[in-house]
Nanobody, 117 residues
Framework: QVQLVESGGGEVQAGGSLRLSCAAS????????TGWFRQAPGKAREFVGV????????VYADSVKGRFTVSRDNAKNMVYLQMNSLKPEDTAVYYC??????????WGQGTQVTVSS
């Protein structure tokens, strides 16, 4: 069983930065893609970004492109979401998820990010 735990959320003023972390137990991030998603109150969950383990390539939602960066630390078995120039509309619960193939199979419990204006 794979367990994912996000951390690093909190409250920050608009224009500020936060770094979220995703730790895995039960397996490593080797060979899988790890995505970040978010869900704001009353809204559907949306894709934020993803990193592939094999090449380290990343893809981002247009709404965060240029502001957010997904990265990994192989040695620590961690995946990160660096969020800069935060906006109030970035307020949401952020989740990391692991894909073993064509869908996201495992999800973390989420961490709250609140951006005040």
């Amino acid at each position: 069983q794979v367990q994912l735990v996000e951390s690093g959320g909190g409250e920050v003023q608009a224009g500020g930065s936060l770094r979220l972390s995703c730790a895995a137990s039960g397996r490593t991030f080797s060979g899988v893609s790890t995505g970040w998603f978010r869900q704001a109150p009353g809204k559907a969950r949306e894709f934020v970004g993803v990193i592939t383990w094999s090449s380290g390539s990343t893809v981002y939602a247009d709404s965060v492109k240029g502001r957010f960066t997904v990265s990994r630390d192989n040695a620590k078995n961690m995946v990160y979401l660096q969020m800069n120039s935060l906006k109030p509309e970035d307020t949401a619960v952020y989740y990391c998820a692991v894909s073993l193939g064509t869908k996201y199979d495992y999800w973390g419990q989420g961490t709250q990010v609140t951006v005040s204006s």
